[in-house]
């Protein structure tokens, strides 16, 4: 049984950083991706990052710059490291998880896998 377990948000001042971490257990895949995805209040859930078992990363232009994708294969967890936090980052943040193959790793439709979310509030 997959399971991802999202860890890491909380409540911060614009400007400021959090590091989100996502530990995966229970899946078989020799190649996958794992990505970070958010949705704002009342809006559509958006792909933020991603990391595949080569350390290829994809980043939303949104977050280019203030963002870091990275993962730890002996411990199966990845992070986002969130620095320069404005009030628009403000979100759940979901982590999940695909079979490697040619996609874009940023569309949610490519994800088999997700976790609960993680609440992230900036305030201004």
């Known amino acids: 049984q997959v399971q991802l377990v999202e860890s890491g948000g909380s409540s911060v001042q614009a400007g400021g950083s959090l590091r989100l971490s996502c530990a995966a257990s229970?899946?078989?895949?020799?190649?996958?991706?794992l990505g970070w995805f958010r949705q704002p209040p009342a809006k559509k859930r958006e792909g933020v990052a991603a990391?595949?078992?080569?350390?290829?990363?994809a980043y939303a232009d949104s977050v280019k710059g203030r963002f870091t994708i990275s993962k730890d294969n002996a411990k199966n967890t990845v992070y986002l490291q969130m620095n320069s936090l404005k009030p628009e980052d403000t979100a759940m943040y979901y982590c999940?998880?695909?079979?490697?193959?040619?996609?874009?790793?940023?569309?949610?439709?490519?994800?088999?896998?997700w976790g609960q979310g993680t609440q992230v509030t900036v305030s201004s």
């Open positions: 999940a998880l695909s079979r490697w193959k040619y996609a874009d790793y940023l569309a949610e439709y490519e994800y088999s896998y």
């Open positions: 229970g899946h078989t895949y020799s190649r996958y991706y």
């Open positions: 990391i595949d078992t080569d350390g290829i990363t």
